[in-house]
Nanobody, 116 residues
Framework: QVQLVESGGGLVQPGGSLSLSCAAS????????LGWYRQAPGKQRELVAV???????NYADSVKGRFTISRDNAKNTVYLQMNSLKPEDTAVYYCNLRDVRGMSYWGKGTLVTVSS
């Protein structure tokens, strides 16, 4: 069983920065991609950013130029650096791992609140 644990969420003012991390453990068959998703109140869960084993990245249009995803393969950890935060970034952020078989695993989420 694969376990994902997010950390780093909290309250931040508009224009501020926050860093999230997600550590993976357990029987990981072969990681293919790690990503961050978020779900705001009353909205569907959406992709924020994803990074593949080849370090290719993809971002939602709403966060391009502000967020950066990275990974440390030795530590089985993925990070999300969030800059120039806006109130609309407020959401529960979830870590996701997808292996080469297409299996997907989720963390329990961490709350990010952007407010003055």
């Amino acid at each position: 069983q694969v376990q994902l644990v997010e950390s780093g969420g909290g309250l931040v003012q508009p224009g501020g920065s926050l860093s999230l991390s997600c550590a993976a453990s357990g029987s990981i068959f072969s990681p293919f991609a790690l990503g961050w998703y978020r779900q705001a109140p009353g909205k569907q869960r959406e992709l924020v950013a994803v990074i593949t084993s080849g370090s290719n990245t993809n971002y939602a249009d709403s966060v391009k130029g502000r967020f950066t995803i990275s990974r440390d393969n030795a530590k089985n950890t993925v990070y999300l650096q969030m800059n120039s935060l806006k109130p609309e970034d407020t959401a529960v952020y979830y870590c996701n791992l997808r292996d080469v078989r297409g299996m997907s695993y989720w963390g329990k989420g961490t709350l990010v609140t952007v407010s003055s």
